[in-house]
């Protein structure tokens, strides 16, 4: 039987995937993107919206009577802004925004409701969180590595062209243009998913009773990984970085993400 829980995780799902997409439109200004994350949006409004007139109808309660109820009903209030945003064709960086610090509300509430509960639905959502947080974190690292790899590619085709040393398997590799998309198309997917991989593992942090370390060494490495990125991000975007330059900085990024993934899960005091 369909639970409350499961309807609310369902609409976090959706809601993750709107972002991630909505992300690679922002970056790399995909209509076809944006397309598709608008309409996951819509899909995520109509499933609040259902959920809210079930409490309004069938209840007998509107979602203001405690302070984690009416975090349902400021999410459904942001998403409502961001399409309307998006209809007017309004600035899409404040609605991409608005959008995270929805999805960052929902979680709290959904993930309030099921520890609350003291079932075993809620200990299995606190669970999900987890894993799911373990999870995009890891498949943010591959995506990270992909761009790594394509990085160093670059600069060892561009460094055997330079000094004329074309060799047959470089050819294999590909040319430096592929290259260098290749590596900015993994970064772009790779920070969305750190991002919300991130924010389930402070929520998850909040709402359960494990003990947690805030200063841990192994959550600053993981801040400083996605500040990184977001860094290339914006040399990319906004000071023009390409080639040589976005690859070394790019390597650089990676061996910070060694460097956390490794030696500061030594140091960690709660990771692994």
């Excluded at 909505?22 to 995520?44: G, N, S």
């Excluded at 998006?86 to 520890?115: D, K, P, R």
Aim: glycine content about 6%.
């Amino acid at each position: 039987m369909l639970t409350t829980i499961n309807l609310l995780e369902s609409i976090l799902i959706i809601y993750g995937l709107s972002l991630i997409i909505y992300f690679i439109d922002f970056i790399q200004h995909d209509r076809k993107a944006k397309r598709t994350a608008f309409w996951l949006l819509c899909m995520v409004l109509l499933l609040q919206t259902l959920f809210l007139l079930y409490q309004i109808i069938w209840n007998k309660s509107f979602p203001l009577g405690t302070l984690i109820d009416s975090l349902f009903f400021y999410s459904w209030i942001l998403v409502l802004f961001s399409i309307i945003m998006n209809i007017l064709h309004e600035n899409q960086f404040i609605m991409f925004v608005t959008n995270i610090f929805g999805f960052l509300v929902l979680l709290i509430h959904t993930s309030n409701m099921a520890w609350n509960d003291m079932k075993s639905n809620g200990i299995q959502f606190a669970n999900d969180i987890l894993i799911t947080h373990v999870a995009l974190t890891i498949i943010s690292y591959g995506f990270f590595t992909l761009s790594f790899i394509f990085s160093i590619g670059y600069l060892v085709h561009y460094h055997l062209l330079k000094h004329k040393k074309q060799l047959k398997w470089t050819k294999r590799v590909g040319n430096l243009t592929k290259l260098d998309v290749y590596s900015f198309g993994a970064v772009t997917i790779g920070t969305p998913l750190l991002l919300i991989g991130l924010m389930l593992g402070f929520v998850w942090a909040f709402v359960s009773n494990d003990e947690f370390y805030w200063f841990d060494m192994k959550t600053i490495g993981s801040l400083f990984v996605f500040v990184f990125y977001i860094i290339y991000l914006a040399l990319r975007l906004m000071k023009g970085y390409q080639g040589k330059s976005i690859a070394i900085f790019n390597t650089v990024a990676f061996l910070m993400l060694l460097v956390n993934f490794f030696l500061f899960s030594l140091l960690s005091n709660f990771h692994f």
